[in-house]
T-cell receptor
Framework: QKEVEQNSGPLSVPEGAIASLNCTYS??????FFWYRQYSGKSPELIMF????GDKEDGRFTAQLNKASQYVSLLIRDSQPSDSATYLC?????????????FGKGTTLSVSS | GAGVSQSPSNKVTEKGKDVELRCDPI?????LYWYRQSLGQGLEFLIY????????KSGLPSDRFSAERTGGSVSTLTIQRTQQEDSAVYLC??????????????FGEGSRLTVL
């Protein structure tokens, strides 16, 4: 069973701080990594994807990937109350049917004003 | 519409009844996924269709669950003899895949199933 592990939280940070969300995965063959944000009662929406080792920045968000350690993280700089949501890490898993996307259970982030 | 459409949005059923949940993906998207999300939990992978390939059914929790995708478009998830633990939001997502795609999934609003 291929797994994606996340700390469920809640992770609480004050407004303006850096929030750090972490994810580990078990399938060494995984090639693509995604971070989705899910507001309460809503469907997930993509915020970042990363394919190569290292950092990828998009505005206040930075995704970091280390394939050797099977670790991917998301940093949110200058956290805002509107960032309060559950963040889901997702990893591709290849099999005979194609490439499925497996999600972790998510980390709940709470940003206090 | 332009997005993934799911129906019904809400379904209340009695234990032991069969239910069908429908997903109409974004036109042209070759990949279609079904996930289940129980209250306060993450997304549990159920089944994945990619084009005309045999589906990846590895996430279906029991033989009471089945899904089909007709003509490479609309998909139906069927749950037979429903149990209370089947109560959850069932999310469908589609993806364009192929060249130029980053693999992003586009989710529908979900079908909330309540088994009494």
């Amino acid at each position: 069973q291929k797994e994606v592990e996340q700390n469920s939280g809640p992770l609480s940070v004050p407004e303006g701080a850096i929030a750090s969300l972490n994810c580990t995965y078990s399938d060494r063959g995984s090639q693509s990594f995604f971070w989705y944000r899910q507001y309460s009662g809503k469907s997930p929406e993509l915020i970042m994807f990363i394919y190569s080792n290292g950092d990828k920045e998009d505005g206040r968000f930075t995704a970091q990937l280390n394939k050797a350690s099977q670790y991917v993280s998301l940093l949110i700089r200058d956290s805002q109350p509107s960032d309060s949501a559950t963040y889901l890490c997702a990893v591709t898993h290849n099999n005979q049917a194609g490439t499925a996307l497996i999600f972790g259970k998510g980390t709940t982030l709470s940003v206090s004003s | 519409g332009a997005g993934v459409s799911q129906s019904p949005s809400n379904k209340v059923t009695e234990k032991g009844k069969d239910v069908e949940l429908r997903c109409d993906p974004i036109s042209g998207h070759t990949a279609l996924y079904w996930y289940r999300q129980s209250l306060g939990q993450g997304l549990e992978f159920l089944i994945y269709f990619q084009g005309n390939s045999a589906p990846d059914k590895s996430g279906l929790p029991s033989d009471r669950f089945s899904a089909e995708r007709t003509g490479g478009s609309v998909s139906t998830l069927t749950i037979q003899r429903t149990q209370q633990e089947d109560s959850a939001v069932y999310l469908c997502a589609s993806s364009p895949r192929g060249q130029g795609s980053n693999g992003e999934l586009f989710f529908g609003e979900g079908s909330r199933l309540t088994v009494l």
